[in-house]
T-cell receptor, first 113, second 110 residues
Framework: SQTIHQWPATLVQPVGSPLSLECTVEGTSNPNLYWYRQAAGRGLQLLFYSVGIGQISSEVPQNLSASRPQDRQFILSSKKLLLSDSGFYLC????????????FGSGTRLTVV | SQQGEEDPQALSIQEGENATMNCSYKTSINNLQWYRQNSGRGLVHLILIRSNEREKHSGRLRVTLDTSKKSSSLLITASRAADTASYFCAHWNRDDKIIFGKGTRLHILP
């Protein structure tokens, strides 16, 4: 069965520091991978998605970037964090052609101080 | 915006009662999904209903879909404390992305 791992679970970082969040998927190959951000009490905002190695699409202009160095690895990064980057970050994989929904990671709670 | 909308935004009911949440969307869909999110956790896929289906059951969950009204409902019967969570409807768009609503916060009172 497919599983998705996301870490760390919580992170407190100072303004201006770098960020690296990692997500890996097991049990499937060539998955579509997604990064979402959820502000407190709000819905999900799609940040990036990837349909293959090195292929990244950005949904909104922001202080973040994403990379996909391996088929089942998706990384969210920032060179200098802003206070507004605080939030709950979720990685997901899905395949529309399979007719299923997403499988989500457990999320990372990022607090920028 | 393609975003769906859940209604109500928040719902509090007594344990044992049924909870009904509604969702409206704006575009044509192939299927519609419902997810649950416990506080501080990732989303869990609950159920998917295809556009040619009108109703689907899974345990205590019942989902209906009315494509003519672009709406869906999620019914949780005999609610339990563990059902306290946020519930989101979502659908695939034509660009292989899932569009989520803002969610309904369900609170089951003891």
């Amino acid at each position: 069965s497919q599983t998705i791992h996301q870490w760390p679970a919580t992170l407190v970082q100072p303004v201006g520091s770098p960020l690296s969040l990692e997500c890996t998927v097991e049990g499937t190959s060539n998955p579509n991978l997604y990064w979402y951000r959820q502000a407190a009490g709000r819905g999900l905002q799609l940040l990036f998605y990837s349909v293959g190695i090195g292929q990244i699409s950005s949904e909104v202009p922001q202080n973040l970037s994403a990379s996909r160095p391996q088929d089942r690895q998706f990384i969210l990064s920032s060179k200098k964090l802003l206070l507004s980057d605080s939030g709950f970050y979720l990685c997901a994989w899905g395949a529309k052609q399979l007719g299923y929904g997403y499988t989500f990671g457990s999320g990372t709670r990022l607090t920028v101080v | 915006s393609q975003q769906g909308e859940e209604d109500p935004q928040a719902l509090s009911i007594q344990e044992g009662e049924n909870a009904t949440m509604n969702c409206s969307y704006k575009t044509s869909i192939n299927n519609l999904q419902w997810y649950r999110q416990n506080s501080g956790r990732g989303l869990v896929h609950l159920i998917l209903i295809r556009s040619n289906e009108r109703e689907k059951h899974s345990g205590r969950l019942r989902v209906t879909l009315d494509t003519s009204k672009k709406s869906s409902s999620l019914l949780i019967t005999a609610s339990r404390a563990a059902d306290t969570a946020s519930y989101f409807c979502a659908h695939w768009n034509r660009d292989d992305k899932i569009i989520f609503g803002k969610g309904t916060r369900l609170h089951i009172l003891p």
